[in-house]
């Protein structure tokens, strides 16, 4: 079992910056992929970012490319999500989710655990 734990959510004016963590508890943090995923208010969940567990690869949707970063820290049992140049329409609960897997990493029915999500709102 694991437990993930996402904090650093808020409100945010357009074109300004956060960074979520996902702290991760129980099974070895090294064995999982990681992925950041959210869901806007009537829509579905989507992808937004991946990466391995090594953090050799990662892996963005088109949307948040050149924006977002994903990174992880094996010591520290935690993978983070900075988030830049932020837009109205990345407001949404953002999720973070564990796999055992390292393919598809952007399909939700690959991930194993999830987190509660944090909310991420962003003003025009």
């Known amino acids: 079992q694991v437990q993930l734990v996402e904090s650093g959510g808020g409100l945010v004016q357009a074109g300004g910056s956060l960074r979520l963590s996902c702290a991760a508890s129980?099974?070895?943090?090294?064995?999982?992929?990681m992925g950041w995923f959210r869901q806007a208010p009537g829509k579905e969940r989507e992808f937004v970012a991946a990466?391995?567990?090594?953090?050799?690869?990662?892996y963005y949707a088109d949307s948040v490319k050149g924006r977002f970063t994903i990174s992880r820290d094996n010591a520290k049992n935690t993978v983070y999500l900075q988030m830049n140049s932020l837009k109205p329409e990345d407001t949404a609960l953002y999720y973070c989710a564990a796999a055992s897997h390292q393919y598809g990493l952007w399909v939700s029915l690959t991930y194993d655990y999830w987190g509660q999500g944090t909310q991420v709102t962003v003003s025009s």
């Open positions: 129980g099974r070895t943090f090294t064995s999982y992929a």
């Open positions: 990466i391995s567990w090594s953090g050799g690869s990662t």
